[in-house]
């Protein structure tokens, strides 16, 4: 009953499971087992996904311009 429910990889786009916590303790990790997958690319790949959402708007924009 005591089981922490299994956490999944927060990197974006990542289904993989998280690495268990440290058996001598501490916060389990946030992310699995790759070793590009960290807080630092993490914030990377979602910094480079949201410039790829916002690239459709400057189109539309000079469209306006005829
Ligand atoms: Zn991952």
Do not use: W
Request: charged share 30%; glycine share 8%; with cysteine.
């Amino acid at each position: 009953m005591s089981e922490a429910p299994a956490k999944t990889c927060i990197y974006p786009g990542c289904e993989r499971p998280a690495v268990p916590a440290h058996p001598l303790g501490g916060p389990q990790p946030s992310f699995c087992d790759s070793e590009e997958h960290n807080a630092l690319s993490a914030h990377q790949e979602r910094g480079r996904r949201s410039e790829d959402e916002d690239e459709s708007e400057p189109r539309s924009a000079s469209e306006g311009q005829r």
